[in-house]
């Protein structure tokens, strides 16, 4: 059964940039859409970007379209989430989730432990 592991968070700079992993193990993420998520404290978790599992149709968040890209590496069963131009807003947790095929607003399954992201000067 699959199983999904964040990792690359930690401490940057506004204006920095991270790339933060999916990585998947029980099985492929081949035939699974792969959303990221933000929560930061008191607030609830957003989705800011998702990959469907042909890995042609991205999508993002209003407050990320432009600063962040969303792609796979099927060799290694990851999906990355690479975010540049890092804002003090940007500061949460990250999680990412799977959905079959796509993208569509439904329930998300598969959460990993997220991964934290903290951008400050």
């Known amino acids: 059964q699959l199983q999904l592991v964040e990792s690359g968070g930690g401490l940057v700079q506004p204006g920095g940039s991270l790339r933060l992993s999916c990585t998947a193990t029980?099985?492929?993420?081949?035939?699974?859409?792969i959303g990221w998520f933000r929560q930061a404290p008191g607030k609830e978790r957003e989705r800011i970007s998702c990959i469907e599992s042909t890995g042609y149709t991205q999508v993002y968040s209003d407050s990320t379209r432009g600063r962040f890209s969303i792609y796979r590496d099927r060799a290694e069963n990851t999906v990355y989430l690479r975010m540049n131009s890092l804002k003090p807003e940007d500061t949460g947790r990250y999680y990412c989730?799977?959905?079959?095929?796509?993208?569509?607003?439904?329930?998300?399954?598969?959460w990993g432990q997220g991964t934290q992201v903290t951008v400050s000067s």
């Open positions: 029980g099985s492929s993420l081949d035939n699974f859409a």
């Open positions: 989730a799977s959905n079959p095929i796509v993208c569509a607003p439904v329930e998300f399954d598969h």
